[in-house]
């Protein structure tokens, strides 16, 4: 705001001052000093949070393992448009980043890359780069003649693609879909199928869990807000008792319950519920997994259920019960609506947290109650396919933005209560 | 006001032979089983009667009310309405219209849907719903605000639809539990005359409970004035007022001015007391049985004269020195020291002619014998 622009409207203050000058300037020191305070969080907001947020979801679009150790191909697919043949100056920068890759060792890193697209092409690479020296022109004959699997159109497609350090493959990939030998995106087929199924099953499985936090939570929730506060107290820390112990340490004592030769099949057993070779599979698939994961987030529903239904004054039910309701009718159609923003926040906490959910499926969830979350740990750490990897959890997050988004939408996100 | 407040007979009651709308008969609750917050209530309301219960917060009262309207049970006696034992019945069966404390209007429904609440549940047709609702909006001027949310109102507006919703359904007995406890004192008394006006009109049973003793005075043909789990009177206002049957209810209603000594002479209803300090007083005995008792007489400061003209002849008159004077417009206040008490206090109406004592003043005061009361000491 410039002095001499003035309107002749604007406020002043007594000395001559514009009024928002002044006012500026009166609430600087304010302002810096709030400034100040939230710092050391928005720096640890910033490099633990946004910048590996950040990181990740350009991982999954971003990758120059191959891009950067094969420059004399990428310069050759930018020369030539696809569908152009695969003709001898082609093999010969093939040559060349061979030779190249030989040279720096980063043969693996390259063929890698193009493994995730097409499978068992890295050995290729590999066993190619080895003999790169010895390589005369024509090229195409003698890199054929090494391996005959570099006349493969596919490969030369995957090459082509890679390329280029952005892709959108890995996103591809993550869906279950793939290019043909012309580019085109297609499914993969039926048998080769993961991710797909595996987000379906998160989703459902989440579902479950919700639902059966709900119904669990609803009844404690209401015994904690009715009860006296003294009372109330010690029974919360019954439901807060799970937070303080180590995730394992419940997991594990799920798996010592339910497993075949269990606490809970020994009493079925001796009760003559089941026959002892009749033993319930209970453990290791996704039995086990709803059993753990509801066990495990059930706090993260009575909370925000508790803590709306405390502000609920017990007058409204005696209020309706007073003008002629019977208690299921005060219940339903006074109590239960005012306790929706409890359950959207627990409902919504609860599905965010089982999407993600690890280790409890890892643990106990057998090949069956495995999450897509194991999946993505599977591609950092067994496959380190980090780009798929990301593309996964860039997947997932925007899931779960979208159900945030609709959460927002249906119930509004200034409704929810989380304690 | 049709109804005669001064022959101390209520009109309404039949108290004594149990024929009342609302009976309480030798009723005890006890929440852990130790001690009495109720102790042996015995009450009857007669049907159109404007009944308050009145005391301290912990007396009893509220848990009275919560008994008569099903949210507490007796733990002994019996509640009857109309002639029928009540204690079994749930509460949604009593047929009785509540007004609670902080309106309890349902904060997910519009002011027309909270009225026909209770028309739903009765199972009433739609178009009977919608007369009745808008009848009983017409009823306390909120017609207009039949869609708004309970939180678009104001604290006023929220206390009449609250009123509506109670007597939408014509009960035949209301109960409010401190309904005007949350509004600012001129909308507390425009209210108090609405909801007196309301009762006249629609000839329903009140029973109200505060501990605003004002509001207990100017809205009730009875007024119950409960403390320690009992009641400590059952009185018209008036009576109440001017001739309080304990300390306890000469402290509780209005302003009081207590003098501790002991009864003298006791002559049937007229009595002598011996201040402590030595002066000798006239008092009616209430509840002094026998001459040298300890006792308390309690006076209205406004009762209390100066002007030896405006005694009774041969009354008893007593030193006081004037301490303060307070100027509040339509009476004036006078703290002097009577009897080695610093506190009490004497009103007189600011009149022309009145005559204007000054700090450090002494005077002769005095009062009508039937005006101190001689009660049990406290």
Redesign the interface.
Known sequence: MSDATMEPTELRTADGLPLKKALAKSQARAKRRAFLLVAPLFLFVLITFVVPIGQMLLQSVYNDSFSKNAPALGQWFSEHPLGTPIDESAYAALAADLKEMKANRTQGEAGTRINYDVAGTRSLFTSTARKADKLEPPYKEAILDINEGWSDPNLWRAMRSASHPYTIDFYLAALDMTRDKDDNIVSVDETRSIYGTLFMRTAILSLVITVLCMILAFPIAHLLASLPLAKSNLLMIFVLLPFWTSLLVRTTSWMVLLQQQGVLNDIMVWLGIVSDNGRLEMMYNKTGTIVAMTHILLPFMVLPLYSVMRTI?V??V??????????W??FR??YL??TLPGIGAGALLVFILSVGYYITPALVGGADGQLISNMIAFHMQKSLNWSLAAALASLLLGGVIILYWLYDRLVGIDNMKLG | MTKDKNNGEPALTNAADGEGFVVFDRVQKSYDGETLVVKDLNLSIGKGEFLTMLGPSGSGKTTCLMML???ETATNGEIRLDGRNINMV???K?????V???Y?????MTVGENLA??LE??GMGKDERETKVKRALDMVQMGTFINRRPAQLSGGQQQRIALA??LV?DPELV?MDEPLGALDKQLREHMQFEIKHLHESLGITVVYVTHDQGEALTMSDRVAVFNDGRIQQLAPPDELYERPQNSFVAQFIGENNKLPGKVETLDGDGCTVRLSTGELIDATAVNIREAGQDTLVSIRPERVEFKPEMMPSGAHTINAEVLEVIYMGDILRTRMRVAGSDDFVMKSRNTLDQVRLKEGDTVKIGWHPQDARALDPM
């Open positions: 004054p007058s409204y005696r209020a309706a019960r007073s003008l002629g309701a019977t208690s009718t005060a159609r006074i609506p005012q | 309207a099903g949210f749930p509460p949604h009593r047929g009785i219209g509540m609670f404390q902080n309890a209007l349902f904060p997910h609440f209770p549940v009765r919703r109670a359904f109960l």
